[in-house]
C-alpha cells in the first residue's frame, strides 16, 4: 500500500487522541489553526484524556501529527505546529522523520517550513497572504537593462576611502569599499573604481544597443526645474508635499551640480567621451526594464517628463513640429471631458504655463515662495490638523487657485489644454526616442521619494518590487508580537514602536501616489510585488529642535539595491544596505528582508553593506549614509553596470 492510500486510511475521526492527527489531514485553512481556537480545543483535549497536552503523540504507523502535515501537504498545519514548538525530529515506525518524507515527496516549500528559524516562522503567513504569483516558465533578463537577474560584469563604484564632508561632519565609506571588493570576488563581477566618491549612477545611462550616454544638463534647467517643484507642491506631486517628513524632501535635479565632474572621471577611467541625450534625467530616477511579457519598457519619475515640457517650452522646441503638434491637438479636442480641462489647466497655472491675459489669478511660485512655503510647511505643531503646502501658499499669497470654470470658460480654456497635452505627448515621444524606444513603452512613475530607487525597483520575471507601508506594518506588528521569542528588547521595542507610528500614517498620506505607481506598472505589463523594504522614524519637528539635521533618526533602506545573476555560483545575488538601529532589531530587519526575499528567489545570497570587516556586526557606517539628511543614500547611488550580459532562468 503506498503512502497516499495509507493516509487516506488513517485516522478517519477526530478523537481526543488523534484529534490534531486529522485536523493535519483534512483541514489545510489558516483560519482553522487561529490561537483561540486552539487554545480551547488544548483544553478540552487535556481534560478528556485526563494527562497534559502534547503535539508529540504518535498514532497510526507511528506518525506524529507534522508527519501527517507533511504527508497531506498541509502547509498552514504544519506553520501551526511549529509556532506550537511541536518537534519535526521525530521517528515514525520506519524510521523516517517529517523531513524525510519532504524529501521523498518532492516538498521544498514544507521542508523550508520545517527548518525555518522563529523569525523566518512568525513571517510565513505574512509572506503568504501578500505573495504576488510570478509567471512558472524561463524569464529572459536582457544585457543593457535594469533587469532583476542580468549578469554583471563590470560596475563602476568609488574606490576612495576618503571621508567625504557634510556641513562639519565627516562621513565614512571605507567599509562599503571593502564590503563591495569582497562581494564581487565572491559573485565573480570586476568593479572599475572612480577615484572620488560620486553618485555616477545619476549621471550615466545604458541605451538597448549598450551605448553609456550620459545626461543634459542644459542652461535653462534651473528654471525648469523651479517649475516642476511649484507644480510638485501646489499638486502633492512629490511624496514630501504629501507627508511632511523631512526624509522626504530631497529635491529632483540636484545631480546637476556634480554632473560634469562625474563624466570628466568617467571619460579618464574607460578613455570614452559619451554622447549626450537630449534632455536632463537622472539615472536613479529611472529603469530600463523588460516587463512580464517580455516587452523592453523605460520607467522613469514624472518630475523628468514637466521638466523637459518646460525645458521645450521655453526654447520654441516644438516651432518646427507645428504641423504633427496641432493634428495631436486636434486629436484630443474632443476626447477630453470638462473634468479634465479643469485638471489640466490648474496643471499649467501652477507651472506658469497659462498666459497672463487667460487668468488672473496667481500661480507659479518663485523658489523664494517655495522656500518660505517648505519653511512654514515643517514647522507646523504635530497633529492631525496641519495644513497642505498649497492651503499654506494660498494663505501667504502666494498662489490662488483657478477658479470654478462654467460652460464659457470651458470653451476658452479648452484650446490651450488640449495643445499643452500634446507637447506633453510629443516631449514623451521624444524622451522615448533618445532611448531608442516607441512612446507607449515609456511609463512616468510619481516620485514617491526623491528617486525611483528609493523606493522600487525591478524583480524576478517582469516584476517590480514596490514599497508597501501596510505590509511594513504588519510586519512590524509580528515581530513586536513575537518580540520574547526573538529576543527583542525594550529599547529595540522603543524604536519598533516608533516605524509603527510612521509606517501607519505614510502609509495614508502615500495612498494615492503610491496607487498611481501600481497602477502604471500595471499598465505597463509589470507584475507589481508588495515590498516591506523601508522603515523610518518619525521626522524630526523643528518645534523640538532648531537644527533637525542633527537629530539622530534609525531610517532602514533595502529597496536601493543591486542585484544580478552569477555566472561564478550559478545563483541569483542582491546588494543592498545593511541596517543599524537599536541593539537588535537591525539584525532582526535584515534577516526579515532576507526571508523575503527567498519567498519568491529561493536561495538567493543577499548582501547587506556598510559593516566594519572587523566587526561584521557593526554598520555604523550605513547609519551615516542612510540617515543623513543630506545623503539618504545607498549602493545603488553610488554604482553603475559598464557591461552586463543576458541571462535566462
Not at 519535526?88 to 521523498?104: H, I, K, M, N, T
Not at 504629501?242 to 540636484?254: K, R
Request: with cysteine.
Amino acid at each position: 500500500m503506498n503512502l497516499s492510500d495509507r493516509l487516506q486510511e488513517s485516522f478517519p475521526r477526530a478523537l481526543p487522541s488523534c484529534y490534531w492527527h486529522f485536523l493535519m489531514k483534512n483541514r489545510h485553512q489558516a483560519e482553522t489553526y487561529e490561537i483561540g481556537k486552539v487554545q480551547e480545543k488544548i483544553g478540552a483535549i487535556s481534560r478528556s484524556t485526563g494527562k497534559p497536552h502534547s503535539f508529540q503523540e504518535k498514532g497510526e504507523h507511528g506518525w506524529t501529527p507534522a508527519h501527517v502535515a507533511v504527508l497531506a501537504g498541509n502547509k498552514a498545519g504544519l506553520i501551526f505546529l511549529r509556532t506550537m514548538d511541536a518537534s519535526s525530529v521525530e521517528q515514525d515506525d520506519s524510521g523516517r522523520r517529517p523531513e524525510d518524507y519532504c524529501l521523498a515527496l518532492n516538498r521544498f516549500d514544507l521542508l523550508a517550513i520545517l527548518q525555518a528559524s522563529n523569525l523566518e516562522l512568525a513571517l510565513l503567513p505574512l509572506f503568504e497572504k501578500w505573495h504576488a504569483a510570478l509567471p512558472k516558465a524561463p524569464f529572459c533578463y536582457r544585457e543593457h537593462t535594469s533587469d532583476f537577474g542580468v549578469v554583471i560584469e563590470e560596475l563602476l563604484f568609488p574606490g576612495s576611502r576618503l571621508n567625504p564632508t557634510l556641513g562639519n561632519r565627516a562621513v565614512s565609506f571605507e567599509h562599503y569599499v571593502m564590503n563591495m571588493k569582497a562581494i564581487a570576488e565572491r559573485e565573480g563581477f570586476a568593479i572599475i573604481h572612480t577615484h572620488e566618491i560620486n553618485f555616477c549612477r545619476d549621471v550615466l545611462f545604458t541605451l538597448p544597443n549598450g551605448e553609456q550616454v550620459v545626461s543634459y544638463v542644459y542652461r535653462e534647467l534651473d528654471q525648469s526645474l523651479d517649475r516642476t517643484e511649484s507644480l510638485a507642491l501646489l499638486q502633492q506631486k512629490r511624496g514630501f508635499y504629501a507627508t511632511g517628513h523631512i526624509y522626504f524632501a530631497a529635491q529632483h535635479g540636484m545631480s546637476r551640480h556634480t554632473a560634469d565632474k562625474t563624466i570628466d572621471e568617467y571619460n579618464r577611467l574607460v578613455g570614452i567621451d559619451p554622447r549626450r541625450l537630449n534632455f536632463f534625467l537622472e539615472g536613479g530616477n529611472v529603469y530600463l526594464v523588460t516587463n512580464a511579457n517580455g516587452k523592453l519598457k523605460l520607467v522613469m519619475g514624472a518630475a523628468h517628463w514637466h521638466t523637459e515640457v518646460t525645458h521645450r517650452l521655453l526654447t520654441n522646441y516644438y516651432e518646427p513640429y507645428q504641423v504633427e503638434l496641432q493634428a495631436r491637438a486636434q486629436g484630443l479636442f474632443f476626447k477630453v471631458s470638462d473634468e479634465e480641462v479643469e485638471q489640466h489647466f490648474a496643471e499649467m497655472h501652477a507651472q506658469g504655463h497659462v498666459p497672463s491675459r487667460k487668468v488672473a489669478q496667481k500661480g507659479l511660485l518663485s523658489i523664494p515662495e517655495v522656500q518660505k512655503v517648505v519653511n512654514h510647511f515643517l514647522r507646523q505643531p504635530p497633529g492631525d490638523d496641519k495644513s497642505t503646502a498649497c492651503d499654506i501658499a494660498e494663505k501667504l499669497g502666494y498662489y490662488q487657485k483657478p477658479p470654478k470654470m462654467n460652460q464659457e470658460q470651458l470653451l476658452q480654456a479648452k484650446p490651450l489644454v488640449v495643445t499643452y497635452l500634446a507637447q506633453k505627448e510629443m516631449s514623451r515621444k521624444f524622451m522615448a526616442a533618445d532611448f531608442s524606444m516607441k512612446e507607449e513603452d515609456l511609463h512616468f512613475i510619481p516620485e514617491v521619494r526623491y528617486h525611483l530607487d528609493t523606493f522600487m525597483r525591478p524583480g524576478p520575471k517582469g516584476s517590480f518590487f514596490v514599497q508597501s507601508f501596510e505590509m511594513a506594518h504588519e510586519l512590524l506588528t509580528t515581530l513586536l508580537q513575537n518580540a520574547n521569542k526573538l529576543g527583542i528588547n525594550d529599547s529595540d521595542i522603543t524604536i519598533l514602536k516608533r516605524y509603527l507610528k510612521t509606517s501607519e500614517e505614510l502609509g495614508q498620506q502615500l495612498k494615492p501616489l503610491l496607487e498611481k505607481t501600481r497602477d502604471e506598472l500595471k499598465k505597463g505589463g509589470f507584475i507589481v510585488i508588495d515590498t516591506p523594504a523601508l522603515f523610518f522614524d518619525p521626522s524630526p519637528s523643528f518645534q523640538e529642535h532648531e537644527d533637525t539635521r542633527t537629530v539622530p533618526c534609525y531610517n532602514v533602506n533595502f529597496i536601493n539595491a543591486i542585484s544580478g545573476w552569477s555566472k561564478k555560483n550559478q545563483q541569483y545575488y542582491y546588494i543592498t544596505n545593511g541596517a543599524q538601529s537599536g541593539d537588535k532589531l537591525g539584525k532582526i530587519l535584515m534577516e526579515a528582508f532576507k526571508a523575503f526575499l527567498n519567498s519568491y528567489v529561493p536561495g538567493i545570497q543577499v548582501y547587506f553593506t556598510g559593516y566594519d570587516p572587523v566587526n561584521p556586526d557593526d554598520y555604523s557606517q550605513v547609519w551615516l549614509w542612510t540617515s543623513s539628511f543630506e545623503l539618504q543614500a545607498g549602493v545603488h547611488c553610488f554604482s553603475k553596470e559598464l557591461k552586463t550580459a543576458s541571462h535566462i532562468g
